[in-house]
C-alpha cells in the first residue's frame, strides 16, 4: 500500500498534469505537429489536391533558384529588418525614458502609446491605407499628390511606418519595466561619482538593460522577419514586388498562384526559420559580447 506521502504526490503530479494538458494539446498540436510536419513537406511536391509526392531537396533547389525569391522577397527582407528594428528599438527606449518621468497624466500617456499595440493589425493597416490613400488625410493635411501605396519609393516604407507605429508601445512597456527594475541607488551613487547623464546612462543603465534590450531586439528581428498582415492589407506585395516579403512570397506560392506550390513554400518557411535562428544566435553573441567587454 502506498505512502500519505507518496500517493499526495501521485496527485499533485496528475493535477498538476490536467491542468497542463489544454496547453500540452495546442502545443502538439498546432506547434510541434505543424513545424514537424511542414518540414516533411518541404521534401514533397504537394498541391493540395494530390497526395504528397517525395521529391527530396527539388523545393529548397527551386526556392534557391527563384527569381522573385532572390531579388525581391530575400532583400526586401532583410531591408525591412535592418530599418524596423533599430529604429522601433530605439523609439521605444525614448519613450520608455520619457515615461519613466515624473510627469502629470502619466497613465494616460502610457495608455495612449500602447493602445496600437493592442489593436487588430488589420485594423491599423486599414485606417492607414485611408490615410495614405492619394485623397487621405495625409495628402490633404501636407498639400502632398503622393501615390504612398502605389509607388515603389515610397510604398514599402509607409509598411515600415505602420510596424513602428504598432509595435513600439509594447516594446516601450518592456524597457520602461527595466528601467523601473533598475536600484536608484545606483544613480545616486552615479551621480555622487560625479557622472553627467550620457555617463550614467553608458555605465549603469544600459548595462543593467542588456538582457531587456537582448529581449526586445530578438522579438523585433523575428516579428520583423514574419511581416505579413500589413503587407497582405495595404499593397499585396506590389507594387511592382516593391513591398514582396519571404512571409508573403510563401503565401502566395501556397494559396495564390494557381499552380499551389505547397511543397516549395513549405521549404521558403523552413529556409526563413534557419536564417531566422542564425541571425539570433549571432546578436546573442554579440551582445553578450558587448556586455563582458563592458
Known amino acids: 500500500m502506498l505512502s500519505l506521502s507518496v500517493r499526495r504526490r501521485v496527485s499533485e503530479s496528475l493535477t498538476?498534469?490536467?491542468?497542463?494538458?489544454?496547453h500540452l494539446f495546442i502545443f502538439f498540436t498546432?506547434?510541434?505537429?505543424?513545424?514537424?510536419?511542414?518540414?516533411?513537406?518541404?521534401?514533397t511536391k504537394y498541391n493540395?489536391?494530390?497526395?504528397?509526392?517525395?521529391?527530396?531537396?527539388?523545393?529548397?533547389?527551386?526556392?534557391?533558384r527563384d527569381e522573385l525569391f532572390l531579388g525581391k522577397a530575400l532583400p526586401n527582407t532583410f531591408k525591412y529588418v535592418a530599418i524596423?528594428?533599430?529604429?522601433?528599438?530605439?523609439l521605444s527606449l525614448i519613450l520608455a525614458f520619457a515615461l519613466?518621468?515624473?510627469?502629470?497624466?502619466?497613465?494616460?500617456?502610457?495608455?495612449?502609446?500602447?493602445?496600437?499595440?493592442?489593436?487588430?493589425?488589420?485594423?491599423?493597416?486599414?485606417?492607414?491605407?485611408?490615410?495614405?490613400?492619394?485623397i487621405g488625410v495625409i495628402?490633404?493635411?501636407?498639400?502632398?499628390?503622393?501615390?504612398?501605396?502605389?509607388?515603389?519609393?515610397?510604398?514599402?516604407?509607409?509598411i515600415m511606418l505602420v510596424n513602428i507605429f504598432t509595435t513600439s508601445g509594447t516594446l516601450m512597456l518592456i524597457f520602461l519595466a527595466g528601467l523601473q527594475n533598475i536600484p536608484r541607488t545606483l544613480y545616486e551613487a552615479a551621480a555622487i561619482d560625479g557622472?553627467?547623464?550620457?555617463?550614467?546612462?553608458?555605465?549603469?543603465?544600459?548595462?543593467?538593460?542588456?538582457?531587456?534590450?537582448?529581449?526586445?531586439?530578438?522579438m523585433g528581428v523575428i516579428g520583423s522577419f514574419q511581416v505579413f498582415d500589413q503587407i497582405y492589407v495595404m499593397t499585396a506585395g506590389g507594387p511592382l514586388d516593391s513591398t514582396t516579403t519571404v512571409t508573403y512570397l510563401?503565401?502566395?506560392?501556397?494559396?495564390?498562384?494557381?499552380?499551389?506550390?505547397?511543397?516549395?513554400?513549405?521549404?521558403?518557411?523552413?529556409?526563413?526559420?534557419?536564417i531566422i535562428l542564425t541571425v539570433t544566435l549571432i546578436q546573442r553573441r554579440v551582445i553578450e559580447g558587448s556586455g563582458a567587454r563592458a
Do not use: C, H
Not at 489536391?49 to 526556392?63: A, K, M, S, T
Not at 524596423?84 to 530605439?90: D, S
Open 16 to 22: 498538476a498534469l490536467a491542468f497542463l494538458a489544454p
Open 30 to 43: 498546432f506547434t510541434a505537429f505543424a513545424t514537424g510536419y511542414a518540414v516533411y513537406l518541404s521534401f
Open 48 to 64: 493540395l489536391l494530390r497526395p504528397p509526392e517525395w521529391w527530396g531537396i527539388e523545393g529548397y533547389v527551386r526556392v534557391l
Open 84 to 90: 524596423v528594428v533599430p529604429v522601433q528599438t530605439v
Open 100 to 134: 519613466d518621468q515624473k510627469l502629470r497624466f502619466l497613465r494616460l500617456f502610457r495608455t495612449l502609446y500602447y493602445l496600437p499595440s493592442v489593436t487588430s493589425s488589420v485594423v491599423i493597416s486599414v485606417i492607414f491605407v485611408w490615410l495614405f490613400s492619394p
Open 139 to 158: 495628402n490633404q493635411l501636407f498639400g502632398l499628390t503622393i501615390n504612398w501605396l502605389t509607388d515603389v519609393r515610397t510604398a514599402f516604407y509607409t
Open 195 to 218: 557622472a553627467n547623464r550620457l555617463e550614467t546612462f553608458l555605465y549603469v543603465t544600459l548595462p543593467l538593460l542588456r538582457p531587456v534590450l537582448f529581449f526586445v531586439v530578438t
Open 250 to 274: 510563401i503565401y502566395k506560392w501556397a494559396f495564390r498562384d494557381t499552380s499551389i506550390k505547397m511543397g516549395q513554400a513549405s521549404a521558403a518557411a523552413v529556409i526563413l526559420t534557419l
